[in-house]
């Protein structure tokens, strides 16, 4: 979107538990500071508590695109300037890591992840050289924001080490070293 903003997209549900008022602060902070707005673009359910805590904080600063077909969503991310990945602030968050976040990192821009720390995504993320924030941390929020603006995305080389065919080749090798003892 070559709108003169900044989209940062999420891709999913948003319910309660996904809620992040720490990120929905910052972000409007960063429209009332600086040059390039940031709009915010929800692809998926947003809950209405949610709605109505992104409505409160970010009037007229974020898009509710609702559901729309997996080719659409994959062109949408495509035209993000970074994604948004928000984790269940739960004890079962700190021990997943969505399967989205490796089509995230498919895709090859910033990433803004939400998430309980310490988690396994917090550690998988800060391998990919992006940092993670909190739910209810503005300052930590704008901070990573500002980190992401003009960021590059992750680098090719990590990139590729969870391909399909780099996964199956240490598999493999992982395989071949038990089979040999």
């Not at 940062?8 to 902070?29: C, E, K, T, Y």
């Not at 396994?120 to 800060?126: A, H, K, P, Q, S």
């Not at 680098?155 to 038990?178: V, W």
Request: with cysteine; glycine share 8%.
């Amino acid at each position: 979107a070559d709108d003169g903003r900044w989209h940062l997209g999420h891709f999913g549900s948003v319910f309660p538990i996904r809620n992040a008022p720490g990120l929905w602060q910052a972000v409007a902070r960063w429209n009332r500071e600086c040059e390039r707005p940031i709009h915010l673009d929800f692809f998926g359910v947003v809950n209405p508590e949610v709605a109505a805590a992104l409505d409160a904080a970010l009037p007229n600063q974020w898009t509710d695109h609702g559901y729309v077909s997996h080719r659409e969503a994959v062109a949408a991310m495509q035209s993000m300037d970074a994604l948004l990945m928000l984790q269940n602030r739960s004890e079962s968050g700190r021990r997943a890591i969505p399967g989205k976040a490796f089509e995230y990192l498919a895709l090859g821009k910033p990433l803004a992840v939400v998430t309980p720390s310490p988690s396994d995504l917090t550690d998988l993320i800060g391998e990919w050289g992006f940092p993670t924030m909190g739910y209810d941390d503005a300052e930590a929020a704008f901070d990573l924001l500002q980190q992401l603006h003009g960021h590059p995305g992750p680098e090719a080389h990590i990139r590729q080490a969870y391909t399909r065919t780099a996964l199956t080749q240490r598999l493999s090798a992982h395989l071949n070293d038990l089979a040999s003892r």
